[in-house]
C-alpha cells in the first residue's frame, strides 16, 4: 500500500462524520490505553520464541471517539440508522518504547560472529497520530442503555509514524572499526549511518487494525481490551536495515503486535 492510499484512508475517516450533519450527529468519548507490544524487527529471528520474548515494549495512547448513536447537543439518541448504531470514529495519539537484541541461533553461537550480534543492542522511540474506524457487531445503543455488558469490536484505520532508533556495542571502544563492531552483513545496506545500521529519525505511515472488546463499566464509562497490528511502510523504525541479498532474513517491514488495556470515558457534549 502506498502513501497516496493511506491519506485516502485517513480523508475518508475525517470526512464521514461530518457527510449530513443531521443524520450524523455524535457525542464524544475519551480515553487512556496502555499495555505491552511485540516488536517484530530485523533484531534477532522472526518467528522465534526468544525473539518475540525478549524484544518486548511499552506502549500509552490517548484515544477520542465519535459516537453516532448518541447526540450531545439535546440528550437524545440520533436517528436509527445502521451506521450511526454500528461504527465509532477513534483518533488517538500513542508513544511507545520497545528495546532490542539478538535472539535465535545465530546469535546464540560461540563465533566472534555470534558475539557481535549478541553485543549489538538497539531501541526505538515512536509516536503515532491517527484515526481508526471501529466495526460494532452488536448494537452500540443497546450497550449504552445496559442491555448488554459486552461488546466486541473490530477496526482499521492508518496512522502517520514518527520514529528515533539508537544502537550500541559493548565492542564499541576508541580505535575499533565498524567491521570489528558489528556483524559484518549488517553493514551492508542503503542508507544507513552504517550501511544497513542507522539512528537516524524518520517518519513513515502504518496501517492499523484491532480486535476488541468493550465493558460496560458504569452508565458513563468502559474498560476497554484490544489487541492490535501495526504494519509500517519503513524498514528502518528499529535502525536495522540490511541489504536483503547479503542478508536474506530481512525480508519484511517492521511491525508491532500490542495488547493494551483502556478506560473510556463519555462525555456530556
Not at 534477532?44 to 453516532?68: A, S
Not at 452500540?140 to 448488554?148: K, T
Request: aromatic share 16%.
Amino acid at each position: 500500500m502506498n502513501t497516496r492510499i493511506l491519506v485516502s484512508v485517513l480523508t475518508l475517516c475525517l470526512t464521514i462524520p461530518f457527510a449530513g450533519k443531521a443524520q450524523l450527529a455524535f457525542s464524544n468519548e475519551i480515553g487512556v490505553i496502555a499495555g505491552p507490544l511485540l516488536f517484530q524487527s530485523d533484531f534477532g529471528l522472526r518467528n522465534n520464541f526468544d525473539t518475540n520474548i525478549n524484544n518486548q515494549g511499552l506502549g500509552v495512547g490517548i484515544v477520542h471517539y465519535f459516537n453516532f448513536s448518541y447526540r450531545a447537543d439535546c440528550n437524545c439518541y440520533t436517528r436509527d440508522r445502521y451506521f450511526n448504531d454500528h461504527f465509532k470514529l477513534r483518533s488517538e495519539a500513542d508513544l511507545h518504547y520497545t528495546p532490542f537484541t539478538h535472539e535465535g541461533v545465530e546469535a546464540q553461537k560461540d563465533t566472534p560472529e555470534g558475539q557481535d550480534l549478541r553485543d549489538h543492542k538497539g531501541s526505538s522511540l515512536v509516536f503515532e497520530l491517527g484515526m481508526q474506524l471501529e466495526y460494532f457487531p452488536l448494537s452500540i445503543r443497546d450497550f449504552q442503555a445496559g442491555g448488554y455488558k459486552i461488546a466486541p469490536y473490530i477496526s482499521l484505520g492508518a496512522h502517520f509514524v514518527s520514529f528515533k532508533p539508537k544502537y550500541s556495542s559493548v565492542q564499541d571502544v576508541p580505535g575499533a572499526s565498524p567491521e570489528d563492531i558489528y556483524f559484518d552483513r549488517f553493514l551492508i545496506g542503503d542508507g544507513g549511518e552504517l550501511g544497513g545500521i542507522s539512528d537516524d529519525s524518520g517518519t513513515t505511515w502504518a496501517l492499523t487494525g484491532s480486535v476488541g472488546i468493550r465493558y460496560k463499566l458504569t452508565t458513563l464509562s468502559d474498560i476497554n481490551l484490544e489487541l492490535r497490528y501495526h504494519k509500517y511502510y519503513s524498514n528502518w523504525v528499529d535502525g536495522l536495515n540490511p541489504d536483503p541479498e547479503f542478508y536474506p532474513p530481512n525480508k519484511y517491514d517492521d511491525s508491532i503486535a500490542w495488547l493494551n488495556i483502556g478506560y473510556i470515558y463519555y462525555l456530556n457534549f
